[in-house]
């Protein structure tokens, strides 16, 4: 690249932020302009780390066009062979979509990829902040804790339309459903990457992958040879430390983690105190709202392992398991806030055995096992949850492949109450049981053409027997396959677990044997549905050049809110499926990479509309407009410069009167430079940039909430050997 180029290029954008500038699509543009200037004509790898040494920065940013554990075979070829291998061949793949390795461009539902090197060079400590820079991602910090994440909406605390996976694993609340991601005993430089579905997931993973999946695959032993230490630390007295060992001996391969997390309080970290609001200031007295303090610190340990034992060329066994211990205080829920430390733990554990065959077969068969116990302020319980599955890929055809497989899955739960304001569930301790059965069918029809269709039956002993289903076709408008369309439709659903159908609670105590608030177990309560239609286009415009566009249109029936009836002052509260609702929108993503580095923009558009007035959803609705920016450039002398945009308009509150989260603007900026001839890495960087503290935000169920600190200054020292 030619220097002078590259000095008019910076000092250009230099003058225009010192001008002012705001308009987002105008950064865009400028952005694109000179990413345009430092790509040139060459064709260069969409692999940037190529450029680099790997050494204790991002590890293994993109994986494309290898095996991986939890993707069954690799057949790239079935759709790049020829002349087309060539231009693909650097395409990341994505397993999220079909349960099997695909390149991204031909996936028969969009998908988002947050790579290693993404979240290495972000220097954020939490998956939570770290998903709210993709696509269509709706994110709500409620404390320094507590977040609710969404695939175009439908998010909340609570709420449990998105299904998240570790390595294709369920990974969400046996209770809550929903994605759980701060107990999970994944630390976050041993992620591989994250794969993010947007839309209906059911037909592919099963129940409760209503609005979309997210899959966060973890690094095999392989990836990450050798010993790796980091730290982090803010100005607010906040740590972030993982330490790993990796090592191969023979046929043996092992990953080994521990790290520890520790965050101040709100009222700490702002200097002083945490102002906070209440949604029904009438009740302040009742409550003893004027007394509350934050109580959102955390101390976390985590500990996680990853053994491979390589039998010979066909045959793999994978063993691992980790646990979480976590230590932090509560918070106020449905008027109710005792001031106690909670104690969650989680463990989780698996064993899988792969087997390939010499014509391309593949088979799998796992046991996997999620374990919880939780001391709430208000509920203790232990939850259990056993899963065994297996899934065959096979090929009908040169150009036909199928997959088949099922699971069944037995959680025991044990819950327990001591005071009349905790949660509890009738007949507890209780078992439930899941099964379900999937077949997957891919054939290309024609030189340009591929039908995908997938099925999945689900038998839930709670509620009753559903199914998930879709049919894409997807084509290529040049020989080359360089522009390839979408259009599918597609079905799943979401059953309701035991916060919807067996928790019951009283709130606020009147002193005369009445309470307040009354949240009845209902008599019952029937699966949520969706049906979708999209559509889709991928452009590779050149070797560093990508253009994608999505639209779709979703139909919502029987979704769950909650009727609430008054008596004098006393509300009786009950889950039902209340009626439908329409959600529609589309997603336009633009990405460039060149050997100087990587520079992104995209754009959401997310609608909801509810079919009755003021109707309950039991979540907060999409955000309708979103944009985001990233940009990441390598400089000489091993510096880097990263930046992450987020723009968010108004998030509504569900319909029937939870409060709205304001429109924000998120900015983080990280520099780092490797050290110690590439074994040592050091990074300052500031979070949240553009805001010095942030509004309350109050989940469905908050009486009360509180202020959290925004912007962080912090440092990371890493080394690798």
């Known amino acids: ?70 993707s069954g075979t690799d057949d790239l070829g079935q759709i790049t062979d020829g002349d087309e291998l060539l231009l693909f061949k650097d395409m990341p793949t994505v397993i999220s ?34 998903l709210q820079f993709t696509p269509s991602v709706d994110l709500l910090r409620f404390d320094r804790n507590r977040y609710a994440v969404g695939v175009r909406g439908m998010h909340d605390l609570y709420s449990d339309r998105v299904l998240s996976l570790v390595d294709g694993r369920a990974a969400d609340s046996t209770i809550f459903g ?112 004027r007394g ?42 449905a008027a109710y806030f005792p001031e106690i430390t909670m104690r969650l733990q989680t463990t989780r554990a698996f064993a899988r055995m792969d087997r390939e065959f010499a014509d391309g077969r593949h088979f799998y068969l796992q046991w996997f096992g999620n374990f919880d116990y939780t001391k709430h302020a208000a509920m203790k319980y232990h939850a259990a949850e056993n899963d ?30 001591s005071v009349p304001q905790h949660f509890r ?7 439930e049981y899941w099964a379900g059965l999937f077949a997957i069918d891919r054939w290309e029809a024609a030189d340009r053409l591929v039908i995908e269709g997938q099925i999945r039956g689900d038998y839930y002993s709670e509620t009753q027997m559903d199914w998930s289903g879709r049919l894409s076709g997807l084509y290529s408008l040049d020989e080359k396959n360089r522009h390839v369309v979408r259009l599918s439709t597609a ?39 969706t049906w979708s239609l999209e559509a889709g286009y991928t452009g590779r415009l050149n070797s560093w050049l990508t253009v994608r566009g999505n639209a779709y249109f979703q139909r919502y029936d029987n979704l769950i809110g909650y009727n609430t009836t008054t008596a004098g002052i006393v509300n009786t509260i009950t889950p039902d499926n209340i009626d439908g609702a329409n959600s529609f929108g589309g997603e336009i993503e633009l990405e460039v990479k060149g050997k100087a580095g990587k520079l992104s923009a995209w754009y959401a558009y997310n609608d909801f509309q509810e ?39 108004l998030t509504p509150g569900s319909p029937s009167g939870s409060g709205s989260s304001n429109t924000t603007h998120r900015l983080d900026l990280t520099v780092s430079k490797e050290v110690f001839d590439g074994h040592g890495e050091i990074m300052f960087g500031v979070s949240d940039v553009l805001y010095k503290t942030h509004e309350a935000v109050f989940n469905t169920t908050a009486f009360a909430a509180h202020e959290t600190p925004g912007r962080a200054f912090f440092a990371r020292l890493q080394f690798k050997f």
């Open 611 to 649: 079919d009755m007035n003021a109707q309950s959803v039991r979540s907060f609705l999409p955000s309708k407009h979103k944009v985001g920016l990233t940009g990441r450039l390598f400089l000489p002398d091993d510096w880097v410069l990263n930046a992450n945009y987020k723009y968010t308009n």
């Open 491 to 529: 079905k799943a659903f979401r059953a309701p677990l035991v916060s919807s159908r067996r928790l019951q609670v009283t709130r606020v105590p009147m002193g005369t044997g009445a309470f307040l608030y009354n949240i009845l177990r209902p008599d019952d309560v029937r699966n949520e549905e």
């Open 292 to 333: 509350y303090e934050s109580r959102d610190f955390s101390r976390d340990w985590r500990f996680d392992g990853k053994f491979i034992y390589r039998l010979n060329d066909q045959t793999k066994w994978s063993f691992g398991g980790g646990h979480t211990n976590i230590e932090r205080g509560d918070y106020e829920d």
């Open 388 to 417: 065994i599955e297996g899934q065959y890929n096979f090929k009908l055809g040169q150009k036909h492949q199928a997959s088949v497989g099922g699971n069944i899955r037995w959680d025991h739960i044990n819950t327990h109450w």
């Open 1 to 70: 690249m030619n220097p002078r180029t590259f000095g008019s290029s910076t000092a250009y954008i230099r003058a225009r932020l010192q001008r002012g500038w705001k308009k987002p699509l105008f950064a865009a543009l400028v952005i694109i302009g000179v990413c345009w200037t430092f790509a040139g004509a060459e064709t260069v790898p969409t692999k940037v780390a190529t450029s680099r040494p790997a050494t204790s920065g991002a590890e293994d940013p993109q994986q494309t066009g290898q095996s991986d554990e939890t």
């Open 178 to 289: 929903g994605p759980e991601l701060h107990r999970l005993p994944v630390l976050l430089e041993d992620i591989k990457r994250i794969e993010i579905v947007r839309g209906p997931g059911g037909a592919a993973w099963g129940a409760n992958a209503f609005t979309g999946v997210i899959n966060i695959i973890t690094k095999d032993p392989e990836d990450c040879l050798g010993w790796l230490g980091t730290t982090t630390w803010n100005h607010f007295g906040d740590s972030y430390s993982h330490a790993r060992w990796a090592a191969k001996d023979g046929k043996w391969s092992w990953r080994l983690s521990m790290g520890y997390a520790g965050h101040e309080s709100s009222d700490d970290a702002i200097d002083g105190t945490a102002d906070f609001e209440t949604s029904v200031p009438a009740l302040a007295r009742f409550t003893g709202f």
């Open 97 to 130: 979509a079909s349960r099997k390795a695909q390149p991204i461009n031909w996936l028969s539902v969009p998908v988002s990829i947050i790579t290693a090197e993404d979240i290495h060079y972000s220097g954020l400590t939490k998956i939570d902040e770290i």
């Open 425 to 431: 569930c009738d007949g507890e301790p209780f078992d």
